[in-house]
């Protein structure tokens, strides 16, 4: 079973454009593959999925007002950009030869990465998450301001959470949706949504009227205390 997982981790890095990743790697410093996440992160020549994907969320803006939000939150718009390069990804496309215990496999390691992308852009490449090449982000005293972005991470108005909890509702709905429709029975999606805790638990801090409000979760949150400060951050207003 560790050896089919290696494999389908390795089949999406070739085919998805990012390396295997789940929430404890991620946090790994010394990740033999830290080098590899940066650079299919940086790849924005790249048309697989989720180098796609990736740069949706680098460049998307949640510093929003009402105004700014029903535009950037039409289904057409969010669909095209997130959903389309999953579906019409090679993994995808060729997963209905896989049996089921694969296609769970490739479904639980798929959300896993989408995930954790979104965290690295929401962060800033100064997280942990950036692992131990971060230099290629920033080397010495010459980062574009892109760059400065990308390491201080985004701005969020509480419109913006709305928009970021809708954009993960889809992705979480899609994966599922992938693991329902290849298997003949009734298959647990539990497995799946495991691998959203993190970013399920950062989109509620950033959709919370008032800071002292996280007291009600904190003793169940999976949270570090250093990515529940850097969350809390991210919100202009608090």
């Known amino acids: 079973e ?14 998805c454009g990012s390396p295997h990743s789940n929430a404890q790697d991620a946090n790994d410093t010394s990740s033999s593959r830290g080098g590899t996440l940066l650079r299919s992160l940086d ?4 048309n697989k999925a989720l180098d796609i994907l990736h740069g949706f969320f680098q460049t998307e803006l949640y510093r929003l007002d009402s105004t700014q939000f029903a535009r950037s939150e039409t289904d057409e718009r969010l669909e095209s950009s997130m959903i389309t390069p999953l579906q019409e990804s090679h993994i995808v ?3 209905e030869k896989c049996n089921d215990q694969v296609t769970s496999i490739i479904c639980q390691e798929l959300s896993s990465m989408v995930a954790n992308l979104v965290l690295y852009s929401l962060w800033g490449s100064s997280s942990s998450l ?6 290629l982000y920033n080397q010495s005293n010459h980062a574009s301001a892109e760059q400065q972005q990308q ?3 985004k701005q969020f108005t509480d419109w913006g959470s709305l928009l970021l909890s809708k954009q ?7 994966l599922c949706s992938l693991l329902a429709a290849a298997s003949e029975e009734s298959y647990n999606t539990v497995s799946l949504m495991d691998r959203w805790e ?3 638990q950062v989109v509620l801090c950033l959709g919370l009227d008032s800071v002292s409000d996280w007291y009600s979760y904190q003793s169940t949150s999976c949270l570090t205390l250093e990515e529940l400060e850097k969350t809390l951050k991210l919100r202009v207003d608090f």
């Open 2 to 15: 560790q050896l089919l997982l290696i494999k389908t981790q390795d089949v999406l890095v070739e085919w």
């Open 43 to 46: 790849n924005k020549s790249s």
């Open 93 to 95: 496309q060729n997963l």
């Open 130 to 135: 950036s692992l131990r090449s971060s230099s």
């Open 151 to 153: 390491q201080q991470g």
């Open 168 to 174: 993960m509702r889809l992705l979480q709905n899609f």
């Open 198 to 200: 993190r970013l399920s």
